[in-house]
């Protein structure tokens, strides 16, 4: 998902956006935002407080910079709706997690000061002109704007349309407020996302990251010390199809060394489906996870450190994959390539030993069957016409029905009636 944080909405002058003038912008009266009563109005004051203190924590600033612009005003009359969503999401169960939560809330807030910018009413009186109005700012921007607005990814586009659309089916589901949702568009007029095809790396590139790591060189040519660590990581993530913030997470004793299996729980640290799997690496990957915890063994162990690999983050994972491919002079593959590179070359092996679609989605912890087309897209095409290849499906299946009923029917030499 593209940062949420670039916002395509202006930035706030003393509180007031520039370009628009503060009383055409409320578009007259409106009714009150949420329903009326004792417990209604403490549940919405709770709400407000609630994110009113979550502001004021720089963890919280920090985590809501990836999904949403908190610079950006919204329409007083929203705030309650917008509070008390939040506050509702978090108590979901299965609960969210906090970075799902970011992403959606962000998406809203940019909805919301959309339409406060843009004179419109609250969102309990929007339609889908209003709607479709913003998807049509958003695909081809708004050069008359001040300043100008730009154009954003199709893919933008559709994930922030979503995102939307969950606070509107909230207000129409769970609180009564809408009759229609404005966000339940016609088919033809919803956003449609692109299809992006992922970098899958080859077995040579595989093997030329593998060799650079375990025997390094300097820039002057001379031998240099094998890295272990990055060894260990780009292995597993290639062997496993592990996500990058699993990775971070995996602790020391959920790896067997001795069955090379590691089992990922399904907890909320990492996991993105929750579903716990089990996972298997080769010997030449634990060969460098191995040499990796010896060097390091004594320190974590003193210091009682559980993690697998201590001291590193998702983003520091994602430093060093880059890092390593960029010595090799590749710099369109990343540490979700592995992903994308395990299972296009699952897919890839026809031979015995090739894992079925139900035993991939399993192992890589996929929800759904999609989600295999969406990683193995550019493998796709070839596979499918290597498989019509081996079913002989054609007119040279036709040929060779014949030529089998020609020789049934011609007399050996030799018979005789």
Same mark, same amino acid.
């Given at each position: 998902m593209e940062n949420l944080a670039k916002s395509h909405l202006v930035p706030l002058t003393n509180g007031v956006s520039r370009?628009?003038?503060?009383? &055409?912008r409320r578009g007259g009266e409106v009714s009150a935002p949420i329903p009326t009563g004792d417990l209604a109005e403490a549940r919405i004051a709770q709400a407000r &407080?609630? $994110? %009113?203190?979550?502001?004021?924590?720089?963890?919280?600033?920090?985590?809501?910079?990836?999904?949403?612009?908190?610079?950006?005003?919204?329409?007083?009359?929203?705030?309650?709706?917008?509070?008390?969503?939040?506050?509702?999401?978090g108590k979901r169960q299965p609960k969210p997690r906090q970075r799902t939560i970011d992403h959606y809330m962000g998406a809203i807030h940019q909805f919301l000061a959309f339409t406060w910018e843009y004179g419109m009413?609250?969102? +309990? /009186?929007?339609?889908?002109?209003?709607?479709?109005?913003? !998807?049509? !700012?958003?695909?081809?921007?708004?050069?008359?704007?001040?300043?100008?607005?730009? &154009?954003? /990814?199709?893919?933008?586009?559709?994930?922030?349309? /979503?995102? &939307?659309?969950?606070?509107?089916?909230?207000?129409?589901?769970? /609180?009564?407020?809408?009759? +229609?949702?404005?966000?339940?568009?016609?088919?033809?007029?919803?956003p449609k996302g692109e299809q992006v095809t992922k970098a899958v790396a080859s077995l040579e590139q595989l093997q030329a990251l593998r060799h650079s790591?375990?025997?390094?060189?300097?820039?002057?040519?001379?031998?240099a010390p094998a890295n272990w660590r990055d060894g260990a990581i780009t292995g597993i993530l290639y062997d496993t199809g592990m996500r990058v913030s699993e990775l971070a997470n995996m602790l020391d004793e959920n790896v067997n060394r001795q069955t090379r299996r !590691?089992? !990922?729980?399904?907890?909320?640290?990492? *996991?993105? =489906?929750?579903?716990?799997?089990?996972?298997?690496?080769?010997p030449?990957?634990?060969?460098?996870?191995?040499?990796?915890?010896?060097?390091?063994?004594?320190y974590m162990e003193a210091e009682d450190r559980p993690f697998a690999f201590e001291g590193i983050s998702a983003r520091?994972?994602?430093?060093?994959?880059?890092?390593?491919?960029? *010595?090799?002079?590749? +710099?369109?593959?990343?540490?979700? =390539?592995?992903?994308?590179?395990?299972?296009?070359? %699952?897919?890839?092996?026809?031979?015995?030993? $090739?894992?079925?679609? +139900?035993?991939l989605r399993i192992y890589m912890g996929w929800e759904s069957y999609g989600q295999i087309i969406t990683y193995t897209r550019n493998l796709a095409p070839s596979m499918a016409a290597r498989a019509a290849e081996e079913a002989n499906v054609g007119y040279g299946q036709i040929q060779d029905r014949q030529r089998r009923r020609r020789r049934r029917r011609t007399p050996k030499a030799g018979d005789t009636d």
């Open positions: 370009g628009v003038n503060p009383k &055409a &407080a609630e $994110r %009113a203190n979550r502001l004021l924590d720089p963890d919280y600033g920090a985590r809501m910079a990836t999904g949403q612009n908190l610079l950006c005003e919204i329409n007083p009359e929203d705030e309650g709706w917008y509070a008390l969503f939040e506050s509702d999401l009413p609250m969102c +309990t /009186k929007l339609t889908r002109h209003e709607v479709e109005h913003w !998807i049509d !700012i958003l695909d081809h921007g708004d050069p008359e704007h001040d300043p100008p607005i730009q &154009a954003v /990814k199709p893919n933008t586009v559709l994930n922030r349309y /979503k995102g &939307a659309r969950i606070f509107f089916n909230w207000l129409v589901d769970d /609180k009564n407020a809408l009759g +229609t949702n404005p966000f339940d568009l016609p088919k033809l007029k919803r790591l375990e025997h390094p060189k300097t820039a002057n040519g001379k031998k !590691i089992w !990922i729980p399904g907890t909320d640290e990492g *996991t993105k =489906s929750r579903k716990p799997r089990e996972v298997r690496v080769t030449e990957t634990m060969f460098f996870y191995r040499q990796y915890r010896e060097q390091c063994e004594r520091t994972i994602r430093v060093a994959v880059k890092q390593a491919w960029k *010595t090799l002079g590749i +710099t369109n593959l990343g540490p979700h =390539s592995f992903r994308h590179s395990f299972a296009t070359h %699952a897919l890839e092996n026809r031979g015995e030993n $090739r894992m079925s679609e +139900t035993e």
